[in-house]
């Protein structure tokens, strides 16, 4: 079973909302991704955790926090966000956070900020 | 610098056409990974086949097959007998063993299987 959860499917805010993005996989994998994909793009990472501590920040704007509260749980928080933040928003996990470890990704968020 | 390149940005076929996917690669890495990945337009990322560079064996899956030639730097995904239902974009992705978890992704490949 290689599931990986993700609530909402959709999620419309405004600029001023607080908004968060949860992610869950029951695989038993140590190593949780973010990632941020544009349409037409490849996905992009934005956070990685290894063993439930942020282990990779790629320079992501601080509007966006993210939470890994178990092994199982994966949180994404939004706040002040600007229209270009709209995007599918995929969590992933993996078993290793190491080489070549294979990600396997929740069916996304679509985020219309308004 | 480490790149993938999918020069194909979209392909059309007819229903049971064969059809091969490109991917070139460059890194100056000898251990490395290579992945491929289908995004069908619900969204979701479905993990197709994970390769590492000392495995140059090509692999078949169903109608799926893959060509790994380290010495053009290419890892090619062909469909055979294409079918509506593998419609959506195809990503390629290299990682290395450098320390970095990140994937290197390609820009992407849609396939249009028309009926």
């Known amino acids: 079973d290689t599931e990986v959860t993700q609530t909402p499917k959709h999620l419309v805010m405004g600029m001023t909302n607080k908004k968060s993005l949860k992610c869950e996989q029951h695989m038993g994998h140590r190593a949780m991704y973010w990632y941020k994909q544009k349409a037409k793009k490849p996905p992009e990472l934005m956070f990685v955790y290894s063993y439930e501590k942020l282990s990779i920040n790629e320079s992501v704007p601080s509007r966006f926090s993210p939470e890994c509260p178990n092994s199982s749980l994966l949180n994404l928080h939004l706040h002040a966000l600007q229209p270009e933040d709209s995007a599918l928003y995929l969590c992933?996990?993996?078993?290793?956070?190491?080489?070549?470890?294979?990600?396997?990704f929740g069916p996304g968020t679509r985020l219309t900020v308004l | 610098a480490q790149k993938v390149t999918q020069a194909q940005t979209e392909i059309s076929v007819v229903e049971k056409e064969d059809v091969t996917l490109d991917c070139v690669y460059e890194t100056r890495d000898t251990t490395y990974y290579l992945f491929w990945y289908k995004q069908p337009p619900s969204g979701e990322l479905v993990f197709l086949i994970r390769r590492n560079s000392f495995d140059e064996q090509n692999e078949i899956s169903g109608r799926y097959s893959w060509n790994f030639q380290k010495s053009t730097s290419s890892f090619n995904f062909t469909i055979t007998a294409s079918q509506v239902v593998d419609s959506a974009v195809y990503f390629c992705a290299l990682t290395l063993t450098s320390g970095t978890y990140k994937y290197i992704f390609g820009t992407g490949t849609r396939l249009k299987v028309l009926a």
């Open positions: 992933a996990s993996g078993r290793l956070a190491g080489e070549g470890d294979t990600q396997y």
